[in-house]
C-alpha cells in the first residue's frame, strides 16, 4: 500500500513541523487503509497506530494515544513476537506515556522490558539501546532515585560517544541529563 505509506510520510512531515490538524486526517487515512488492505494483525497497521498515538501524545490528549499505543504493542507482541525491535519500540512508547504522565510505576516495566530486548537483539552497543538506558534514567531521576539513574545516564553517554559521536544530538542530551541529574546529587 504505497498510498498509505505516501500519507504516512506526509503526516509524519507535517507532525513534525506541528500541523497537528492537517496530520491526524492524513495518519488515520493511512490507519484505515492499512486496516482495510492488511488487516489489524499486521505489522504495517502497528505503525500506523504508534503514529497516531504519538501524535496525540504530542498535543496532550493522553486518553486518546492510549489504547492506540496498546493496540500497537499488541499487534506486535502477537505478530512479531515479544523479542523484536519493534516491540521494543511499542512498549517504549506507551512507557513514555505513562511517564509523561506521572505513572511510573506503570512505565518501569516496559522501559525495562524494552531495554532488555533491545540489549538481546540489537546489542549493547546500539544508539537504540542508549536511548532506552537514558530514559530509564530519567524516570528513576523523576522517581528521585538518583543512585539507580546514574549508572544508566553513564552507559548511555558511553554507548552514544562511540556509537554516534560526541557531537551527536543524542549524545549531547545524554550527557545534560547526565550533567543535571550531578547537579541534584551535588558530585
Known amino acids: 500500500s504505497d498510498y498509505a505509506w505516501a500519507l ?16 491526524e486526517p492524513l495518519y488515520k487515512q493511512a490507519l484505515a487503509i492499512h486496516r482495510r488492505m492488511l488487516g489489524d494483525d499486521h505489522a504495517h497497521t502497528a ?20 489504547p492506540l499505543y496498546e493496540q500497537a504493542l499488541d499487534i506486535c507482541c502477537r505478530v512479531l513476537g515479544d523479542d523484536h525491535p519493534d516491540t521494543a519500540g511499542s512498549l517504549y512508547n506507551l ?31 546500539h544508539a537504540k539501546t542508549a536511548v532506552s538506558l537514558n530514559n530509564l534514567a530519567e524516570l528513576y531521576r523523576a522517581q528521585g532515585h538518583f543512585a539507580q539513574a546514574e549508572p544508566l545516564y553513564i552507559e548511555a553517554v558511553e554507548i ?19 550533567e543535571g541529574l550531578l547537579a541534584q546529587m551535588k558530585k
Open 47 to 66: 505503525t500506523s497506530l504508534n503514529n497516531l498515538a504519538e501524535l496525540y501524545r504530542a498535543q496532550g490528549q493522553f486518553a486518546q494515544a492510549e
Open 95 to 125: 512507557a513514555g506515556l505513562y511517564q509523561v504522565q506521572g505513572h511510573y510505576e506503570q512505565a518501569k516495566p516496559l522501559y525495562e522490558q524494552a531495554l532488555g530486548i533491545r540489549r538481546r537483539v540489537l546489542g549493547d552497543d
Open 160 to 178: 552514544a560517544e562511540r556509537v554516534l559521536g560526541g557531537a551527536h544530538p543524542d549524545t549531547k542530551i545524554f550527557r545534560k541529563n547526565y
Open 8 to 23: 504516512n510520510n506526509l503526516a509524519v512531515l507535517l507532525d513534525n513541523l506541528g500541523e497537528y490538524t492537517q496530520a
